[in-house]
């Protein structure tokens, strides 16, 4: 297995990005502070360049690269926020980038990867891109570039965490969701180094729940299908490396549905005036289904990202409870 990375690992990834990327917010929510008995604040990837925490680690591994590696390009595989964090990243970086994304994949995410200066393929399923993206990669001669099975990647994520800490310093728990597992490993190492008594946990939809599965099995492991109203957590699968840092420094990984996902988007669109894609508000909405046992505060829940999909916004909000 690849070696894990170190708090040193994160303190360089911090050095190389923290000229190119926002210093995210964390504000304070009454309204959800009430709600859970305890404070909350949320940290704001969705105000993130390119909307979402994804180019911190991007930029990090797109940056290691070598003088050859960047002459020949990278190629990636993604449902659409690690695509435009990649695209973005090596625009700035003067490199070309190509991005694999499944035929489903939001049309908006898409839009905005060619934005960036990525060249965008839409074929096949989940699992099909991914095979393609690593066709391409061999064809072309081009890196390829996992979007969380990688220590520069997770490093990357984990320079969120610090600002966590710096932040909050005497939180108590975090909470973040989960796709493949980039950001919470990330996190978890951040938070396990500077705030060892503060407690990590995860989310995932229970329609794409791969961490779950892995750490029942006790090893990575790849779903047969997902659904989710949040692909932006529609990874089929947990990291290898993303597995052991959670097995080690999570404390615990709980399910949210989307009905659940949906009521916790509603709610902080309406009173923190957030807007955040679903993936977005699946630690909002652990933390208000009484998921995660907060025994004291404060609470931190990571707002990932804000790229919804507008044509969606309608059908996502629809239905759910007028918010507290």
Request: one cysteine or more; a negative charge.
């Amino acid at each position: 297995m690849t070696s894990l990375p170190d708090i040193g690992d994160l303190n360089k990834a911090r050095e190389r990005i923290s000229d190119a990327v926002h210093r995210t917010p964390t504000v304070s929510s009454r309204t959800l502070s009430e709600l859970i008995g305890h404070p909350v604040h949320l940290k704001c990837e969705n105000l993130q360049k390119t909307g979402s925490f994804k180019v911190r680690g991007a930029l990090n591994r797109i940056l290691d690269l070598d003088d050859e590696a960047r002459a020949r390009g990278v190629v990636t595989i993604s449902a659409g926020n690690h695509a435009q964090a990649v695209a973005w990243a090596a625009t700035r970086t003067g490199i070309s980038s190509t991005v694999v994304m499944n035929a489903k994949a939001s049309p908006t995410k898409a839009r905005a990867t060619e934005g960036y200066g990525g060249e965008v393929i839409l074929q096949g399923t989940i699992f099909e891109a991914f095979d393609l993206a690593l066709e391409v990669a061999e064809t072309r001669g081009l890196t390829f570039l996992h979007a969380f099975d990688d220590p520069l990647i997770v490093a990357g994520q984990g320079t969120l965490g610090f600002e966590i800490i710096e932040d909050v310093p005497n939180a108590s728990t975090v909470v973040v969701p989960i796709g493949g597992g980039g950001l919470i490993s990330g996190v978890a190492l951040a938070i396990a180094s500077l705030s060892p008594d503060t407690r990590v946990f995860g989310v995932e939809p229970d329609g794409a729940c791969a961490m779950i599965q892995s750490l029942k099995k006790g090893e990575a492991v790849t779903l047969d299908h997902v659904d989710t109203v949040a692909d932006g957590l529609g990874a089929p699968m947990a990291g290898n490396l993303n597995y052991e840092i959670v097995k080690r420094h999570v404390e615990d990984v709980v399910l949210v549905s989307d009905t659940e996902i949906r009521h916790a988007m509603a709610l902080i669109l309406a009173r923190a005036k957030l807007l955040v894609e679903p993936a977005g508000a699946a630690a909002v909405a652990a933390l208000l289904a009484g998921k995660i046992p907060v025994s004291k505060g404060p609470v931190v829940a990571v707002l990932s990202g804000g790229n919804v999909d507008m044509d969606r916004l309608p059908d996502l909000l629809a239905g759910t409870a007028r918010p507290v």
